[in-house]
């Protein structure tokens, strides 16, 4: 897997608001898989995206794999308190292996 | 269904001393990884396994850590002797060949003095 950079590091937000974090490399990326790790928990998987171009929906979550399979984000609209945690993405190989990103932290406040 | 067991959950140990891990997957995952994952860090890739054949250990410090899947089923990584610098999360996950979800165990938190 290739080096993938997070940004932001952190993210506060009130809850309500949107939250968007983002996912960089400099070389094409094979697929990206994005996970979530509370706080004291381990990272639990949320989706992978294989094509370019992808945009996948899961609730108030929006996933988008860019054009160039350079980039990805991750986006949550209307934060929730249960949304708080790490968000970080993963390139993967082709036999399974994953490089994570330094991830982004998220912390909402009520 | 059950899910990726591992143990010890909590270690504390002085430098010099060794530790072992122990991790057993999800049934019928022929996949195991070891991630370490330093405090405010994303997890790092030290060894992978598929059945009891290595895939890729080229993050693994192998002049002190080891690994080994004897059978195909669980597998125990060791460090030996531990450094300061190894105070991490030990992360086994596991998964099926050819698809992309790793299942995460809760982790062993070492801590080294």
């Known amino acids: 897997g290739q080096q993938v950079m997070q940004i932001p590091q952190y993210q506060h937000v009130q809850e309500g608001e949107d939250f968007t974090t983002y996912c960089n490399s400099s070389?094409?990326?094979?697929?990206i898989q994005w996970y979530k790790q509370r706080p004291g928990g381990h990272p639990v998987f949320l989706i992978q995206?294989?094509?370019?171009?992808e945009v996948k929906k899961q609730k108030r979550l929006t996933f988008q794999f860019g054009e160039a399979k350079k980039n990805s984000s991750l986006h949550i609209t209307a934060t929730q308190t249960t949304d708080v945690g790490t968000y970080f993405c993963?390139?993967?190989?082709?036999?399974?292996?994953?490089?994570f990103g330094q991830g982004t932290i998220l912390t909402v406040h009520p | 269904e059950a899910g990726v067991a591992q143990s010890p959950r909590y270690k504390i140990i002085e430098k010099r001393q060794s530790v072992a891990f122990w991790c057993n997957p999800i049934?019928?995952?022929?996949?195991l990884y070891w991630y370490q994952q330093i405090l405010g860090q994303g997890p790092k890739l030290l060894i992978q396994?598929?059945?009891?054949?290595?895939?890729?250990d080229s993050q693994l410090p192998k002049d002190r850590f080891s690994a080994e899947r004897l059978k195909g089923v669980d597998s125990t990584l060791k460090i030996q002797p531990a450094k300061l610098e190894d105070s991490a999360v030990y992360l086994c996950?596991?998964?099926?060949?050819?698809?992309?979800?790793?299942?995460f165990g809760e982790g062993s938190r070492l801590t080294v003095l």
């Open positions: 396994f598929q059945n009891n054949g290595v895939v890729d």
């Open positions: 996950a596991s998964n099926l060949p050819g698809t992309g979800e790793l299942f």
């Open positions: 049934s019928g995952h022929a996949t």
């Open positions: 070389t094409t990326l094979s697929n």
């Open positions: 993963a390139d993967g190989t082709s036999y399974g292996k994953l490089t």
């Open positions: 995206l294989v094509k370019s171009g």
